[in-house]
Structure formats: structure tokens, C-alpha cells
């Protein structure tokens, strides 16, 4: 431990600590720019500096860690003015446009501006005037109102491993974006959104479809039908006040009728149907000598990733489209002939935790199983929260509701989806009733869960031990890649049999698309209400579903059969890094 002082008051921490976590442990509020929890501190904006008493010396407390007998000033008149000059040198450099920023009222830079009082800028405005890049169908990058603080760079490069993002120029002339001046589309971008997530500003947001889901609504000719995903239900709260993990199911169907939608599904109902066809793929593979390990496929982001980085292991793949696909196809198959329903005159809506989404719903050929676009368009829980105040809805008052029928219904399994571990572990409660007839004796697999980078398990089915391996976080993916590949290739035994990868970190639950603000308490909060929603539900397996099961007796025949491979499989290509 190391004693310090802060501003006169006696502070004692673990050795390590920067000064700024200092800090916060007796309520002094630092104010930083750059830094985010997630991200290695760098101290590139200086918002955070403090001074050393009894000196001039002044240093970033960001990334300055404490040591015995220090004594720190956080605030003084000097320190106070230092600070308002750096932003006023950033607000030079950045764009007056805050009504039309996605991040308006959002956005930590002006949150500073407002704090400090600024209501003019000494220094002369020099903007970059580049042009906004939209290429990306996700990721939308507005250079001029970039500020340098390279958080996109450190979550694409160090979080994610996916080097999309890079400086290029010196001084101020540095630019961030996609190496040699490509477009976002042309890079390695897999359209994860941590990107957007950390950015401070709106110079990388999420693309934005709400205008065009209005004039949906507003077409009488046209039926709407959503779906919710997971991770959803436990995060939306927190941009109406509420806390973070607080289950809102029930509410967002209300507030989706309140807005004018026909229909309301549950992708929760999907996820169920996922795990019919993904554990009965690993059985299959497990016992006939498939491919193995078998990696998971509901991530869009990590099968982007890996289409692009892994071409040797896409046979590794389960061929398993993800929830929302699989919910677009029944959607435009399956329900709209219970209804009597001409699919082209359905627009199918997802509401997800992701930005990836946007992409794979237009990804290929196989992502219109049903003749038509199973899923038409696809919102953030970012865009949905936006959708819902335009609509006039007090989200945290709204009465509850329950979904519609038969896509709504799901199990505990449904549910933990939106956490990292999750799809594991609702495979393995199917995969052992798939080969044993029976259920395991204790379903909740607690080695698969929490937030460690790398978690792996193994459990015995019927006499075979299957060993299990769980990732989240893109950054995390190659060391355990390079395992399977080195076994793979000298023909030694596989380290693991199954594999699921979550493009971000926590999961789902920390999707692109999520409230801007993530960081492990908050993750940890949401995967705790999903775990309570699997608790509390009266059916906890996927394969007990009853309209799961009459899905399939009625209409898909059975799980991996030639109708569910058509509607519910789809295939992988090699992508290249870069495309020119």
C-alpha cells in the first residue's frame, strides 16, 4: 500500500494506482478527455493534469502513478486555467455543429466546454474540411470533428486486433482513419462499433436508419414486425435513468405497439432456435468425425473477422446463422404463412445491441432465405432509445406487455445469449440432451461466465470429455486461434472441441450498439440481469421451448434437416484484408 496526500486529505491505495483512480477514491472528480477505463492511459489531451505541492511542476494524472509521501494539488486556480486552454486549442480545431452531431447532449467534449464555461474561443478556428466517410454500411468516420485522442485507434488496435484505424500525418496535420487514406469500407473493419463506443465526440458514430423505419410505419400497405435481442432488455433502461441489468422486456413490447409497430417477437425465441441447430451441428460433427473444434457463429463481428484473417479455419465454423437472421427468415416463412401474410409486404425490424447487425443483414445471398431481405432493417439500442423519445414515450413509466405468439415464447437458455459464455452454455445443456436423452444435473456451467478474456471447461457427456473454450473481446481471439492451428496442423490432439467468440467485451452486453459509458461494473450489472431472467424462468433449456417444438414438428421437420439448412445455415467465403 502507499500513503499519499490529495488536496490535504490522507489517502492510502495499492501500489500501481495512477493518481487519477487515486483520486476518485475520496470523491475528487479529475477531468479527462483521452482516457477510458478500458484503454491503456497515454495522456495525449493533458485535461487531467495536476500539480505536485509546493511546486510548478505540473502532471497528467491519468497515467502518473502514485508514490509514498506524495502530495498532490487536483485544483487551483492555475491548474483551472491550463485546463480551459487546452480545450479551447481542441474547440479551434473542432466544428460549431453540435445540433446535428449524433453525439449531441451526449458528447464529453462539450459536457467540458459546458463545466468550464466556455462561451468563446481565443484562438483562431482551423477545421480539417475532410469529407464524412459513410462507405461503411455501420461505421460512419467525421474527420473534422476528430480531436486526436486516439481511444478509436487503442479499441480497434489493442482491444480488438483488427488494425482498421491508424494516425497518419504529423503535428497538426494528423489524421486518424484507415491506413494509406482507404475508405472504412476497404479496410479491415468488421464493424464491431468500439470504434464509436470510445470515441469521446461524434467523430465515429453508427449509422443511422430511424428516418427510414418512420416512413415504414407511417405505410399502411406495409406490416411491421420487430424483434428484440438479449442483450437489449438490460441496457436500454439506462438511457431513460433506470440502472443498469434492470430486465425491461415487458416494456419494450409496450413501448413497440406504442410506436406504431403490428407485430412484437422476441429474438430470445431465435436464440432457442440457434441452439437446436448449433448443438445439434456439434453433436453431429462430435460423433460422425466433423470438423472440429467447432467455433461459434452468432457473432457477425467475429465471423467478419475471421472470414478475413482465418481462412484456413472456416470449415471450423458452425454453418448456424445467428438469432436475428434466423428470426427474419421464420418471420417471413413460417409466420407470415400462419397469417396468410405476402412476405414482401412485411418489414422486418431488429432492435440490437450491435452495429455488426447492420452489416450481416445485408451481407450475401444467404441472408434471403426467405426470396426477400429477412431482416430490412436493423436499429442500435442506441437508435431505439432515440426512437422512443421521438415517439413522446416515458420509457421507465410504461405499463408491460407480452410478446406476440409463436415467436415470442423462449427459455432461460434464450436469454444469456447477450453475455459472454452464454451461447456455450446454453449449447451445452442441449448438446447433453441431444446425446444422453437426459439433463444435466446442474445447468448453470458458472466456469463459462464473468469476464475473464479466456475461460475454458470441460464436461462429461456420456462418458466424453468435452473440453470447451469461451472468448470475448477480438483482441483475445489469436493466442487461442494459434493453439487450434498449431494442433490442427501437426495432427496432435485439439485443445478444445467447441468454441464461442464474442466480438466484444462482456458480449453482447457491450455491443456497438449499447448506452455510450460501458466498463466492466456496468458489463458485469447487465449479464447479471440476464442470468436472473434465466433464473426466473419457468423453462430454462432451449429444446423444452413448447413453440420450439412445434416449429419444428410443424414446419422445419427437424434440427439440421434440409429445410432448416436452407433457411437457418449459410456458408462462408475468404475476404481479403484490404479491398482495392
Known amino acids: 500500500m502507499v500513503n499519499l496526500m490529495i488536496n490535504g486529505k490522507t489517502v492510502q491505495v495499492e501500489e500501481g494506482t495512477t493518481i487519477l483512480d487515486a483520486a476518485k477514491k475520496i470523491d475528487i ?79 464529453e467534449l462539450q459536457a467540458l466546454a459546458a463545466e ?124 431513460f435513468g433506470m440502472q443498469p441489468g434492470e430486465l425491461s422486456s415487458r416494456k419494450i413490447y409496450t413501448a413497440l405497439r406504442r410506436i406504431g409497430f403490428d407485430y412484437v417477437f422476441d429474438t430470445n425465441f431465435s436464440a432457442d432456435l440457434t441452439i437446436m441447430e448449433e448443438a445439434t451441428e456439434f453433436v453431429q460433427r462430435l460423433t460422425t468425425g466433423g470438423v472440429l473444434p467447432m467455433f461459434t457463429s452468432c457473432c457477425p463481428g467475429w465471423v467478419d473477422y475471421a472470414e478475413k484473417n482465418y481462412h484456413d479455419l472456416l470449415p471450423h465454423l458452425s454453418t448456424a446463422k445467428s438469432p436475428q ?7 417471413k416463412t413460417y409466420w407470415a404463412r400462419q397469417m396468410n401474410i405476402d412476405p414482401a409486404k ?97 445447468i448453470d456451467l458458472m466456469p463459462v461466465r464473468g469476464l475473464e478474456g479466456v475461460k475454458s471447461f470441460e464436461v462429461d457427456i456420456n462418458g466424453t470429455k468435452i473440453r470447451v473454450a469461451v472468448v470475448h473481446q477480438l483482441g483475445n481471439v489469436d493466442k487461442l486461434v494459434q493453439q487450434v492451428r498449431a494442433a490442427v496442423k501437426s495432427g496432435k490432439e485439439i485443445p478444445y472441441h467447441f468454441i464461442e467468440v464474442m466480438a466484444c467485451r462482456g458480449g453482447c452486453v457491450s455491443g456497438g450498439g449499447q448506452p455510450y459509458g460501458s466498463n466492466d461494473e456496468i458489463r458485469a450489472k447487465r449479464a447479471a440481469g440476464l442470468y436472473k431472467d434465466d433464473v426466473c424462468s419457468e423453462i430454462r433449456v432451449s429444446h423444452k421451448n413448447p413453440d420450439i417444438i412445434k416449429l419444428y414438428d410443424s414446419f422445419l421437420g427437424q434440427p439440421c434437416g434440409e429445410k432448416s439448412h436452407h433457411l437457418l445455415h449459410t456458408q462462408y467465403q475468404k475476404r481479403p484484408l484490404y479491398r482495392y
Open 346 to 442: 412485411i418489414c422486418s425490424v431488429s432492435i440490437m445491441p450491435c452495429t455488426a447487425k447492420k452489416y450481416e443483414s445485408r451481407r450475401d445471398e444467404y441472408m434471403k432465405s426467405s426470396g426477400y431481405s429477412d431482416v430490412d432493417i436493423s436499429l442500435t439500442t442506441r437508435e431505439f432509445a432515440r426512437l422512443i423519445r421521438q415517439a413522446g414515450i416515458d420509457f421507465a413509466d410504461l405499463t408491460e406487455s407480452d410478446a406476440d405468439n409463436p415467436l415470442g415464447v423462449y427459455s432461460g437458455a434464450g436469454t444469456i445469449f447477450g453475455a459472454t459464455g452464454g451461447v456455450m452454455e446454453a449449447a451445452l445443456r442441449t448438446a447433453y440432451h441431444i446425446v444422453t436423452g437426459g439433463e444435466l444435473a446442474d
Open 29 to 107: 472528480r479529475i477531468p479527462t478527455l483521452c482516457h477510458n477505463p478500458d484503454l491503456p492511459a497515454w495522456a495525449s489531451c493533458g485535461i487531467c493534469i495536476v500539480r505536485l505541492a509546493g511546486t510548478a511542476r505540473m502532471i497528467r494524472a491519468c497515467c502518473t502513478v502514485v508514490t509514498e509521501g506524495m502530495n498532490i494539488i487536483t485544483h487551483d486556480p492555475e491548474i483551472v486555467q491550463a485546463r480551459r486552454t487546452v480545450l479551447e486549442l481542441i474547440l479551434s480545431n473542432h466544428p460549431d455543429d453540435c445540433l446535428r452531431c449524433s453525439r449531441n447532449g451526449r458528447c
Open 325 to 331: 437472421q434466423m428470426m427474419g427468415a421464420m418471420i
Open 116 to 239: 468550464f464555461g466556455l462561451r468563446t474561443v481565443r484562438f483562431k478556428k482551423i477545421l480539417k474540411e475532410q469529407p464524412v466517410d459513410d462507405s461503411n454500411d455501420a461505421i460512419v468516420l467525421d474527420r473534422d470533428k476528430c480531436i486526436n485522442c486516439g481511444r478509436c485507434v487503442e479499441a480497434c488496435q489493442i482491444m480488438q486486433n483488427v488494425w482498421a484505424l491508424e494516425y497518419s500525418g504529423r503535428g497538426d496535420k494528423t489524421m486518424i482513419g484507415p491506413v494509406a487514406g482507404v475508405q472504412m469500407a476497404d479496410s479491415p473493419c468488421v464493424r464491431c462499433g468500439q470504434c464509436a463506443v470510445h470515441c469521446p465526440t461524434g467523430a465515429i458514430a453508427s449509422s443511422h436508419s430511424n428516418r427510414k423505419l418512420w416512413d415504414r410505419l407511417g405505410n399502411p400497405d406495409v406490416i411491421t414486425v420487430a424483434q428484440i435481442a438479449p442483450a437489449v432488455r438490460v441496457a436500454i433502461g439506462e438511457e
